[in-house]
């Protein structure tokens, strides 16, 4: 698979997203990996399960990786997001970043994760023990107690 | 292998150093790989030899697990760095850290390497087209032509 930015409901190969961005002339990879979490502010998690709008997810994943090209001439990048049932230390996002040198990688990921989070739609449905809920979004600032938005709704944000 | 800290003449297996990490309260693991440059300042490098002086090495890199333990109360530490002869892409070291949110996992890693440049006792000799050189320590303000120091000079630093 030669795709550098994808959603999928399998499980992310990790060793993958890394081999894609290994080259030559980059001395430095930082990857960040999201994976479930038990508990939050006490509250325990069963499993969760992610939602994506697949194709314009994928966009602004790539759009990611263009915002960090323009800012660090030199990276290259790989972020694969999963979606579907996760269980407890699934790996739910992975993102690497090779740059010549460590300075640029550690910041080009970190970015990553952040714009990641502000405008990727990608939904999370929490399952608890006493209930659920979708997380609206991936800063955890607006809820869809219905569910997720629909198309026209999350064309308009 | 239980082991968190340590050295190897062998190719480091990626996935088994996040693995050793990935845990139910921990939401994040922050990877930083470091690999064989081909071209620094114009220059290119055919290959890289490391050695190291393996007990006190792992010694120092245990040492560092245990200064972001302290920094970081909730992060769980692995580090292996490689030795011997490593070619053009090969990993030479690898941190995998994890925490229960993400801020504290790339911070911890980034603190990881930067303890290893400055005092774990590894020393990498460049083969360039027209010659070679013992890099004396890893923050390459020391040099040593004659090859690497003898144990006690290592003791003295």
Redesign the interface.
Known sequence: MNKKFWITDKPIN??EC?EKV??????????????????TKGKRTLYLEYQAYVPMAEKMLRQIGEEIREKWTDADTVIAHRTGHLD??DVAVVIAV?T?H?ND??EA??YA?ERIKEMVPIWKKEHWEDGTKWIGNQKENTSYHEGIPNEEEMRNG
């Open positions: 990790i060793d890394i290994v080259r030559p002339d980059a001395g430095a990879v930082n990857t960040f990996i999201g994976t479930v979490r038990e508990f407890i230390s090779s010549p460590r990688a550690f990921s970190r994760i």
